[in-house]
């Protein structure tokens, strides 16, 4: 009985996990022209989402398919900017799984400057070691801009998963 049980469950996380990434990536291709101001702050919703109600594996899935799937569509640039983006996406499930049950709102702080910190970072790192062909334009979207879609998507998340209906939410 508890095999059938388990198998529910798995297919419910699985659906629900399939729905946030179709979520994300329509939120990436139907609204890149709008940019990072737009897309960013949605796609730090999902993952955040996905965090709360699937698991941080399911979030850190999401959140290192959607980067790739960018890169093959075009959306962003530059392959090696890849990892950058999956490393900033991790950190953010991580911080905000470690402090949401507790601190909701601290944990979108701490997520937010979390991935800040690390795109900016190995961006940076990135920059001056290894390709130096990166623009610019393209270091400083990787830096205070990721804090402030971090902190916008945190917020819309909460609200959004406030107001779900409970048969989703289990």
């Not at 996905?50 to 640039?77: D, E, K, N, R, W």
């Not at 490393?87 to 905000?96: E, M, R």
Request: net charge positive.
């Amino acid at each position: 009985m508890s095999t059938i049980t388990e198998r529910r469950t798995e297919t419910a996380s699985l659906a629900k996990t399939a729905v946030l990434l179709a979520l994300t990536l329509m939120f990436q291709i139907g609204l890149a022209s709008f940019a990072q101001p737009v897309v960013g702050p949605l796609v730090n919703m999902t993952l955040m989402l996905s965090v709360l109600l699937v698991s941080p594996g399911a979030a850190i899935t999401i959140g290192c398919i959607t980067p790739l799937a960018a890169y093959l569509l075009g959306i962003m640039p530059l392959f090696p900017l890849l990892p950058v983006v999956m490393c900033g996406n991790i950190t953010l499930v991580l911080l905000f799984q470690g402090l949401y049950p507790q601190h909701q709102w601290l944990a979108v702080l701490s997520a937010s400057v979390g991935k800040f910190f690390m795109m900016a970072v190995l961006i940076r790192l990135m920059a001056f070691t290894f390709f130096s062909g990166i623009p610019t334009p393209l270091i400083a979207a990787f830096s205070m801009p990721q804090f402030y879609t971090a902190m916008i998507g945190g917020g819309m998340a909460l609200v959004v998963y406030r107001y779900l209906p409970q048969n989703i939410k289990s």
